[in-house]
């Protein structure tokens, strides 16, 4: 990082004798408010009547109260900023394992899905019905992820469309998971909102 980025950064504030730099915006307040309190003490131990301390002393609740609404203020700030940037590394972190996965396992399922060649070995194909699942399964993820409100159904259309578009749109596919679901009923639950999941990826962009 750029040292003068940095340096710009900085206050000229000091914590103590030995010039240790404030961490962060409440030290920074924290430390003017003790040299408020010597300024009050100070002025106090000046003051001739109690009538002068009196009216000095509202004067100081305001500022603090002041004091302590910026504060509030800028901790729910920093709060939420960071709150906005932990979410959007998860949505990140969770989006690039999807996508490392499906490009390990399943790169010949999708080049024979994208050629629209016979697909699963029943059929002449060179595809297994264990790593057409294995696909599925991977792609169905997104829609996990989704659910769970770690990703957003803009984020799945951009980085995994295609993988969903490329089987709604082949007949091979199609009845492959239309055939397991009818099958298999914990299937029918997970892959019957393939086609669905598609549908709101169009409709989101």
């Given at each position: ?35 408020l309190n ?124 295609n993988d ?42």
């Amino acid at each position: 990082m750029n040292n003068n980025f940095i340096e710009s950064r900085e206050t000229d504030v000091k914590l103590d004798e030995n010039n240790k730099q404030p961490k962060n915006i409440s030290e920074v307040v924290d430390i003017k408010i003790g040299e408020l309190n010597s300024i009050v003490k100070n002025y106090s131990d000046s003051c001739v009547t109690s009538s002068e301390k009196g009216k000095y002393f509202t004067v100081i609740v305001i500022i603090f109260s002041f004091i302590q609404l910026i504060v509030a203020g800028l901790s729910f700030y920093s709060s939420h900023q960071t709150n906005d940037f932990s979410q959007k590394s998860r949505a990140f972190d969770t989006l690039t394992k999807i996508e490392d996965r499906i490009k390990d396992r399943d790169a010949k399922v999708i080049s024979v899905l994208e050629k629209n060649e016979p697909l699963l070995t029943e059929n002449k194909g060179m595809i297994t019905d264990e790593e057409f699942e294995n696909y599925l399964d991977d792609v169905m993820s997104v829609q996990l992820a989704e659910e769970e409100k770690i990703i957003n159904i803009s984020q799945a259309y951009t980085w995994f469309f295609n993988d969903f578009d490329i089987v709604v749109n082949n007949n091979e596919a199609m009845g492959y998971i239309k055939k397991i679901r009818s099958n298999n009923t914990s299937s029918q639950d997970f892959y019957g909102g393939f086609e669905e999941f598609w549908n709101r990826m169009k409709k989101g962009n």
